[in-house]
């Protein structure tokens, strides 16, 4: 099993270069969503979406972009990188479960903006 | 005020301990609760789900109390492998993402 695939593991950008986030699950899960964590701020929402065609901005959405042409795709934009934007990025679907939701988390972006 | 607080510590306690972590969350619309662990460099994983009548699993036992707006996670008998980050997690409403605690630290040593 997949799961959440997430790709690239590294990547390092000037700042002003562009470039996207790929996520894909195979998990048929409905929502899925984008978190940074910086050193002591843990994790922040960017982006999420709740299922194909439907997406909202999170707690700092600044600066990206998100769609969701799929239901198996999330990709995130960043428009023109920043310092600021230095972070690890992880990607996650879940479903609910008994009431409550399991987030599958992919194994992270370690991007570098100079 | 953050949507969800965590004692950051870290905690460091020896082998066989008893630890407990707090969290508090500022929306009481919020309907789902529960505990992630992260191993350093990792990502996170589900721990488990903090129910209002309070549920354990093994070692591990979480409580919710909605009226003080707060939720506690008790690991009893440590061990070296529980070392790692406990992020404290909520979910506003139906259709929303989760919120995420900045996360307690726990180092157990032997």
């Known amino acids: 099993n997949a799961g959440v695939t997430q790709t690239p593991k590294f990547q390092v950008l000037k700042t002003g270069q562009s470039m996207t986030l790929q996520c894909a699950q195979d998990?048929?899960?409905?929502?899925m969503s984008w978190y940074r964590q910086d050193p002591g701020m843990g994790l922040r929402l960017i982006h999420y979406?709740?299922?194909?065609?439907?997406?909202d901005q999170g707690e700092v959405p600044n600066g990206y972009n998100v769609s969701r042409s799929t239901t198996e795709d999330f990709p995130l934009r960043l428009l023109s990188a920043a310092p600021s934007q230095t972070s690890v990025y992880f990607c996650?679907?879940?479903?609910?479960?008994?009431?409550?939701?399991?987030?599958?988390f992919g194994s992270g972006t370690q991007l570098s903006v100079l | 005020r953050k949507e969800v607080e965590q004692d950051p510590g870290p905690f460091n306690v020896p082998e066989g301990a008893t630890v407990a972590f707090n969290c508090t969350y500022s929306?009481?619309?919020?309907?789902?609760f529960f505990w992630y662990r992260q191993d350093c460099r990792k990502e996170p994983k589900l721990l488990m789900s903090?129910?209002?009548s309070g549920n354990e699993d093994g070692r591990f036992t979480a409580q919710l109390n909605r009226a003080s707006q707060y939720i506690s996670l008790l690991i009893r008998d440590s061990k070296l492998s529980d070392s790692a980050t406990y992020l404290c997690?909520?979910?506003?409403?139906?259709?929303?993402?989760?919120?995420f605690g900045k996360g307690t630290t726990l180092s157990v040593s032997s």
């Open positions: 996650a679907s879940s479903y609910s479960s008994g009431g409550g939701e399991k987030l599958f």
């Open positions: 998990m048929n899960h409905e929502y």
């Open positions: 979406s709740v299922g194909a065609g439907i997406t």
């Open positions: 929306n009481s619309a919020s309907q789902s």
């Open positions: 903090v129910y209002s």
């Open positions: 997690v909520v979910k506003r409403q139906a259709g929303t993402a989760l919120i």
